[in-house]
């Protein structure tokens, strides 16, 4: 079956940084775009950075310049790079895998899910 594992999260200070990875199985992975959500207590699961196989990607607006994505199709992972953390980053971040390919930017775009790693960034 398919499976996303996260890793990564933590507690870090404002102005600092935290790199999540997330390992996929069972899915055909370089034909998949990826994408991090993330939700914060009381609100909706946003869509924070995603990517294409080819590579493409896309960034909310609020985080680009401080967070990047990458892929590893070899090894089957994508990343999440995060600097210059902002409290109002705090959230639980999830891996989300898009094998339907629809280009869009909700929670329903996206096919499968892996379990959400928190982060926590004190002012």
């Known amino acids: 079956q398919v499976q996303l594992v996260e890793s990564g999260g933590g507690v870090v200070q404002a102005g600092g940084s935290l790199r999540l990875s997330c390992a996929a199985s069972g899915l055909q992975f370089s034909n998949y775009r990826m994408g991090w959500f993330r939700q914060a207590p009381g609100l909706e699961r946003e869509l924070v950075a995603a990517i294409r196989s080819g590579g493409t990607t896309w960034y909310r607006n609020v985080v680009k310049g401080r967070f990047t994505i990458s892929r590893d199709n070899a090894k089957n992972t994508v990343y999440l790079q995060m600097n210059s953390l902002k409290p109002e980053d705090t959230a639980i971040y999830y891996c989300?895998?898009?094998?339907?390919?629809?280009?869009?930017?909700?929670?329903?775009?996206?096919?499968?899910w892996g379990q959400g790693t928190q982060v926590t960034v004190s002012s």
């Open positions: 989300a895998g898009d094998g339907r390919l629809l280009w869009g930017l909700t929670t329903t775009d996206f096919d499968y």
